[in-house]
């Protein structure tokens, strides 16, 4: 039904305007949050930005523009972070792959809704590019956030650990904001490549990660939840 949607979403110029917004503004509403419920990122971040895009047009061009203007500027800072950090984990024994993350468009313009209520502006946006961390076991996570940590401080309440307590959606990660070179809060998410297939696919990669591991109580979860809808749906 979601990958339906999102081919629908990606053809939506064949319908009429009044269709298009209808359409999208349900995929807003409905169809981007199930994603979500069902921890499948990559589908979700797609669909917001589709009908975002259809919904809000010239917002959409803006934000776009504003990203664009800025790009090589961050592009350079995160190329420099991530050889930094790529280079301290090696040095503590640490199997990891860096890579930079750019934030979608429609959630950069949910944060400038929610900076605009306290009075700031998109040049105070500093986290639109983050690092993540993907190693290979869940001991290395640790290590990894403390190789982080003695590179660049911690700011203070922006630690969360979603590995010992995964979301409801069984979505799991260690999540730090450090202030990084040049006094940038640099956001990084470390986790290992089970929890990002997890993370950016949520319930489908379940299936992958399941079969020989017993029972997966987190994941029996998610079935029970999502037949329910599904009853509820027919």
């Not at 009908?51 to 190329?79: C, G, M, T």
């Not at 050889?83 to 950069?108: C, D, F, M, N, P």
């Not at 306290?118 to 993540?132: N, P, S, T, V, Y």
């Not at 940590?149 to 911690?154: G, M, S, T």
Request: charged share 30%; proline share 3%; glycine share 6%.
């Amino acid at each position: 039904k979601l990958a339906d949607r999102l081919h629908n979403m990606r053809t939506l110029q064949a319908h009429t305007a009044e269709r298009r917004r209808a359409i999208a503004q349900e995929t807003l509403d409905i169809y981007a949050p199930l994603a979500h419920r069902l921890g499948m990122w990559d589908m979700k971040w797609r669909l917001e930005d589709m009908a975002f895009h259809h919904l809000e047009p010239a917002k959409y061009k803006e934000i776009s523009r504003l990203l664009a203007q800025r790009r090589d500027e961050r592009e350079r800072y995160i190329a420099n972070v991530r050889e930094v950090l790529s280079q301290a984990l090696k040095k503590a024994g640490v199997r990891a792959q860096v890579t930079g993350r750019a934030k979608h468009i429609y959630s950069v313009y949910s944060k400038m809704q929610a900076y605009a209520a306290q009075g700031k502006d998109f040049d105070d946006i500093h986290d639109l590019f983050a690092l993540r961390v993907n190693v290979k076991e869940k001991n290395e996570c640790y290590v990894a956030l403390g190789v982080v940590h003695e590179l660049w401080d911690p700011l203070p309440g922006q630690v969360d650990d979603y590995i010992a307590k995964a979301k409801e959606n069984g979505y799991q990660s260690l999540h730090t904001t450090a202030m990084g070179p040049e006094g940038m809060p640099l956001e990084v998410q470390i986790r290992t490549e089970e929890m990002h297939q997890i993370a950016e696919y949520g319930i489908a990669a379940h299936w992958r990660y399941k079969e020989g591991k017993g029972q997966d109580n987190p994941f029996e979860r998610e079935m029970t939840w999502l037949r329910r809808l599904l009853e509820w749906q027919r």
